[in-house]
């Protein structure tokens, strides 16, 4: 798995990884801070969730047209430095007016620039380290392991918010109640049933501090919104951290994958050989990246639905606490010791040595009983906020990996007459059969939803018979199942069929086509409630099964177009 890999795979995965604890720390709870401090409902907010993410997967277009011309690692600190101004803006607390809504744009569109500038130019980067004839081989299980790196810093984003959250609002004599923002943004806006009043004097004399509690509902209304969208400020903040991290890691590990900061322009001028394309194979290489990208843009928009409709339904249709075993899935540190034991199992079988093998089976059996000792020691029932169910997706890219990595690995190994090459599906395959996996899993949550209310027949306020947590907790285990069939496979795949002088202005497209994804996952918000609960997953479902017949339809030209 580790074997033969470039050094320098391990500094570049290093800083994505801090980069991204950030963004995803940011991103699990942004949603809940556009309602809870500006009181907009499912459409508004998922119009700017959608739109930013838009941006964000847009930008690295630019970023790699702009790094063709001038160099990887220039637009890779640039970027990095444009993200920190924003982080630092968004971590601003302001008023719900008109100027925090501008400061809040302002901050987006400079996070939206330096991820374009940052995000696709590293993983150029990364698939330059694997043109050397030494690591070609390993240039699929190196992005893997690249993709797997990045889930580590997603894997504790959500708990990292949410503890940021809690640590804010309890300083301000506050506890987080999902009810709570919807209701008292009708109570301010004088368009609150008397049922919800009830609900809402109810709710604000659970507030360990005796004297918010017997506050008017006035008062206490705007001193939760407040205090809670200040906490969610601070959770912003962490970005920054993360960011300082990251750059140092590039900084100080840059000569590991200096070789490697060469475009096609920076190679010509050194003399430095390139491989060279006729017209026509250029044309074909590009037209078979082009269908792959408009199939994949179907899979993001089911897939990003983690930071909207699916924390809604965490947030309003599911379970508010865990019981039983589900509850080791909500402490982070528990899941970090588990995704850590997959490695050391897979070491203790793959080890050279018999020492080897005895330390890392020691050191598995270890880590199982620290994660069980956290379990028993987790309260029962637990006590679950809607932004953790997001750490189940990089959790399960971060313990999948080295079995995914060693089936594809053994298909590999596989060689008759007929597969001279070994059965390892093409990215092209893996990416069609991603597609009808996500399918099952929004056929889960249509499952998930038979006989609950409509969005819009509950009216801001939660489901009186929520679903158990496993109902999402199996959903994010198979949309993982179809994101490791299909992104790191596709960023592979752009990396090697990508004419030379074009790498980065087609890996740039490849994000552009999950930006056209994250622009259309809006789609479940703006029906959210207007349709049945069940017709949301419904579309995604359908949506799903077509791009991937589409994908094994166009197989054979995308084949030809690719073949060396």
Not at 179 to 208: C, V, W, Y
Request: glycine share 8%; charged share 10%.
């Amino acid at each position: 798995m580790f074997k033969g890999q470039h050094k320098g795979l391990y500094a570049l995965a290093l800083a994505n990884t801090g980069e991204r604890f950030g963004y995803y720390t940011m991103l699990a709870i942004f949603m809940l801070f556009l309602q809870a401090k500006f009181g907009w409902g499912g459409a508004a907010a998922s119009q700017v969730y959608s739109i930013f993410l838009a941006a964000v997967y847009f930008m690295p277009v630019v970023g790699g047209w702009l790094a063709d011309k001038i160099g990887y690692g220039k637009c890779v600190v640039t970027g990095i430095a444009i993200m920190f101004a924003g982080y630092l803006c968004l971590s601003i607390p302001t008023a719900a007016n008109g100027l925090g809504v501008a400061l809040m744009i302002g901050a987006l569109a400079l996070i939206a620039v330096g991820t374009g500038l940052f995000k696709g130019n590293l993983q150029v980067l990364v698939g330059n380290l694997y043109d050397d004839p030494k690591y070609s081989a390993k240039r699929d299980s190196a992005f893997s392991l690249f993709y797997m790196a990045i889930n580590i810093g997603a894997m504790f984003a959500p708990a990292a918010a949410t503890a940021i959250t809690n640590r804010f609002l309890g300083k301000a004599g506050l506890i987080y109640k999902a009810d709570i923002p919807a209701l008292a943004h009708q109570f301010l806006g004088g368009t609150i049933t008397p049922e919800n009043t009830e609900k809402l004097t109810s709710l604000a004399s659970q507030m360990p501090d005796a004297s918010i509690a017997s506050m008017d509902l006035a008062g206490f209304s705007q001193y939760y919104i407040d205090h809670l969208s200040s906490a969610y400020n601070m959770g912003f903040a962490v970005a920054c951290l993360s960011l300082i991290a990251s750059i140092a890691i590039y900084f100080g590990c840059r000569n590991w994958f200096k070789h490697a900061d060469v475009n096609a322009k920076q190679a010509a001028a050194s003399s430095t050989p390139v491989k060279e394309l006729t017209k026509e194979q250029e044309k074909s290489r590009i037209t078979a990246l082009i269908l792959v990208f408009a199939v994949v843009i179907f899979f993001w928009m089911a897939f990003h639905q983690n930071g909207q409709s699916l924390t809604w339904f965490a947030r309003d249709y599911t379970q508010s606490f865990a019981e039983g075993w589900t509850r080791i899935g909500f402490n982070i540190w528990a899941l970090a010791l588990i995704a850590a034991s997959v490695y050391t199992l897979f070491a203790t079988f793959q080890s050279e040595k018999n020492s080897s093998k005895i330390i890392c089976g020691v050191i598995t059996a270890v880590l199982w009983f620290g994660a069980y000792g956290i379990y028993k020691g987790l309260a029962n029932p637990l006590e679950i906020f809607p932004q953790l169910f997001q750490q189940f997706n990089p959790f399960f890219v971060v313990a999948l990996t080295p079995v995914s990595m060693a089936i594809f690995s053994a298909l590999a190994n596989k060689k008759d007459a007929n597969h001279p090459n070994g059965r390892e599906p093409s990215a092209p395959v893996k990416i069609g059969l991603g597609m009808f996996v996500a399918a099952i899993g929004y056929l889960v949550m249509i499952i998930a939803s038979r006989g609950q209310a409509s969005p819009a027949e509950l009216a801001g306020t939660v489901s009186p018979d929520p679903v158990v947590p496993t109902w999402l907790m199996g959903t994010y285990l198979i949309l993982t199942f179809a994101e490791l069939l299909l992104s790191p496979m596709g960023i592979s795949f752009v990396t090697k069929v990508a004419p030379p002088r074009l790498k980065g202005l087609m890996m740039g497209l490849w994000f552009a086509s999950t930006a056209v994804g994250n622009y259309l996952s809006s789609i479940p918000g703006l029906l959210w409630d207007a349709v049945p609960l069940w017709a949301n997953w419904a579309i995604l479902m359908a949506l799903c099964i077509i791009a991937g017949v589409i994908m094994f339809a166009m197989m054979k030209k995308i084949n030809a177009a690719t073949a060396e």
